[in-house]
């Protein structure tokens, strides 16, 4: 049976961060901030090592690479967008909306994980749909039920049917879509990436029904999971803007599980909903301020679940 959830990490350590402007077109939780861009890069690299450095200690494997000063790759620090890695040994590429963001896929860090990991296949599929403007942004775009091959996407400007529908041919996947959306400016716009409104785990599913406005698609959804016996813990569109649904679940190298945060959204929870996360996993929180304001992304946009089997295995 598939796993749902994994002891292996990919991270990408930044050498020089900062605002995306090709990307706060449609992402809608990046600010603007007066610091300089060398107290920006020196913040971000230092919440990144204190994260990396939480997750070591309680023994979760974490495979940290270098990004490079050339070509500029701004939200390099997220990996999950441009590739997702699978248990029966293949990876696959995602095309990206941003120009500078499609500079993130690197052969180089493929073959780094081929030394301790079986890739069997490595799919460039979807990159195709790049020059037509369709857009699928990994696992930011879709939220996977590994065990159940379900995949939830809400459609935005970097997730779109077309590709979904290639995804669905190419991969053993169903998917359920849907449009989940936020207020900005007094509009309601669709949110960016389906991982910052939903968090799967083994047993349990963290969402902010409310931001799905289509009651139909909001019962088609919650329904899914109701019949996969998932608990569903429900979070706010505030705690949505603290990036509560930005979570993931992970184990370490002795099978205990984690849910891994930001600060900010740990410190967004309520008693109830921690005494329903720690149900399945002690609750692991890092402070990632600067990367959250300006990247527009948290804790799970950081990890890249490495699924493929070790060459130990």
């Not at 107290?39 to 023994?59: G, H, M, P, Y």
């Not at 099978?255 to 945060?261: A, K």
Request: proline share 3%.
């Amino acid at each position: 049976m598939p796993d749902q959830i994994t002891q292996h990490l990919m991270m990408i350590r930044p050498v020089a961060f900062s605002k995306n402007k090709e990307t706060s077109i449609n992402n809608y939780f990046q600010f603007d901030t007066e610091l300089t861009t060398a107290l920006i890069q020196t913040k971000a690299l230092q919440e990144f090592d204190d994260f990396v450095q939480k997750l070591r200690k309680v023994s979760i494997e974490v495979y940290v690479f270098e990004d490079t000063q050339d070509p500029s790759t701004p939200d390099s620090i997220f990996p999950n967008n441009w590739v997702s890695f699978h248990q029966n040994g293949s990876l696959i590429l995602y095309p990206m909306f941003a120009n500078n963001r499609r500079l993130e896929r690197r052969s180089d860090l493929i073959d780094a994980l081929g030394s301790d990991f079986k890739i069997t296949e490595v799919f460039e599929d979807l990159l195709s749909f790049e020059s037509h403007h369709k857009f699928l942004e990994g696992t930011g775009s879709l939220v996977l039920d590994r065990v159940n091959h379900i995949a939830y996407a809400s459609y935005s400007d970097r997730t779109k049917r077309e590709v979904i529908l290639a995804f669905e041919k190419l991969t053993a996947y169903s998917v359920i879509s849907f449009t989940a959306y936020q207020n900005v400016d007094g509009q309601r716009l669709p949110i960016y990436h389906t991982n910052v409104m939903m968090s799967i785990g083994d047993r349990f599913v963290l969402i902010c029904a409310e931001a799905i406005d289509n009651l139909i698609e909001r019962e088609r959804v919650l329904a899914s999971f109701i019949n996969q016996s998932k608990e569903i813990i429900l979070i706010s569109e505030d705690q949505l803007n603290n990036y509560v649904g930005n979570m993931l679940q992970v184990k370490n190298k002795s099978g205990v599980c984690f849910l891994v945060m930001s600060t900010r959204a740990f410190q967004s929870l309520n008693a109830q909903q921690k005494q329903q996360l720690e149900k399945y996993g002690s609750l692991l929180h890092s402070n990632l301020t600067t990367i959250e304001m300006l990247g527009g992304g948290s804790a799970r946009c950081m990890m890249a679940e490495i699924f493929l089997p070790t060459k130990e295995s």
